[in-house]
């Protein structure tokens, strides 16, 4: 394999910063670290692990000391399987979270939900950006939402739902269908009102694909960046790089570590994770030697 080619860094211009209610977030800088923070009790990777408020504070704190760029919090397990949240018990579990968090720390905090009310409260709270996995499909209120507050938006796709979503995933072709659903949903929003400069599109790792369609998204994720938006890659600790090295959720960082790598090489510009100092390591590593190559 050439792997010279395969890994050489993307060079598609695109946004220099993200707008997210008000603030400006510089993409230009470098790739950045977004931490991940569950107050779930059965996310696959850490769930239970946070659902005291103080010990989420403590731990978005930790990740912001380390280097996180943004904090994304969630209420709901999107795991493979999992039965939705109603609303109230979303918000109950969420927003005490994402004020305290927002009072803690400096770095934009962005909310994963599909619920414009949550998402309302949430942003009111101090959150910036909303990670929408539906991309504004599941609740109408979401376009007017992130229309109205100018808040950042990532759009992610997903084939099904949680509970269906790894049932059988199919395509014809993973990277057009994939690269059409996001020409698709980029109009939509630019349609309600939402500008270009909020957007971050995310191709769904692990949502709706099998390990081919998880592996051909990451090594074709330039034809993504093409379309010229902020694209954001979550890989950390996901199945597919269980079945690639055999390794149990608590035992993938290495295998985490190579993914991000390889999706920054492609012009990734933010990085979903949850072990934000070693991936901080990977980041700067990354940049120390393309930028001596320059």
């Known amino acids: 394999m050439n792997t010279t080619a395969t890994l050489k860094p993307n060079t598609v211009p695109g946004p220099v910063a993200l707008k997210a209610r008000g603030r400006l977030i510089p993409l230009n800088a470098g790739p950045l670290i977004m931490g991940v923070l569950n107050v ?28 996180a760029d943004l904090i994304d919090i969630g209420a709901e397990s999107t795991r493979p399987g999992a039965d939705p949240v109603d609303q109230e018990e979303e918000r109950r579990r969420l927003i005490p979270v994402v004020r305290a968090v927002c009072r803690a720390v400096s770095v934009p905090v962005s909310v994963d939900t599909t619920k414009a009310a949550v998402a309302r409260q949430a942003l009111d709270a101090g959150a910036a950006l909303v990670n929408d996995i539906s991309a504004l499909r599941y609740d109408s209120g ?11 938006l990532v759009l992610m796709h997903m084939q099904g739902t949680p509970k269906t979503m790894q049932q059988a995933p199919s395509y014809r ?21 939402i500008a270009a400069e909020q957007i971050l599109l995310d191709p769904g790792i692990g949502f709706g694909k099998n390990l081919e369609h998880n592996l051909r998204l990451l090594a074709r994720l330039d034809a993504f960046v093409a379309l010229g938006y902020p694209v954001l890659v979550g890989v950390s600790r996901k199945a597919f790089i269980g079945q690639v090295l055999d390794r149990p959720v608590d035992e993938r960082l290495m295998g985490t570590a190579a993914a991000a790598a390889v999706a920054i090489l492609r012009g990734a510009r933010v990085i979903r994770v949850h072990d934000v100092a070693p991936l901080r390591d990977v980041v700067k590593m990354i940049e120390a030697i393309v930028s001596a190559k320059s």
């Open 40 to 67: 779930t009790p059965d996310s696959f990777s850490d769930g239970g692990r946070y659902l005291d408020p103080g010990a989420a504070v403590d731990h978005a704190a930790e990740m912001a000391a380390q280097g």
């Open 173 to 193: 072709d993973v990277i057009e269908e994939v690269r059409q659903f996001f020409v698709e949903r980029i109009g939509t929003a630019l349609e309600a009102g």
């Open 142 to 152: 979401m376009k007017p939402l992130i229309a109205e507050t100018g808040a950042g």
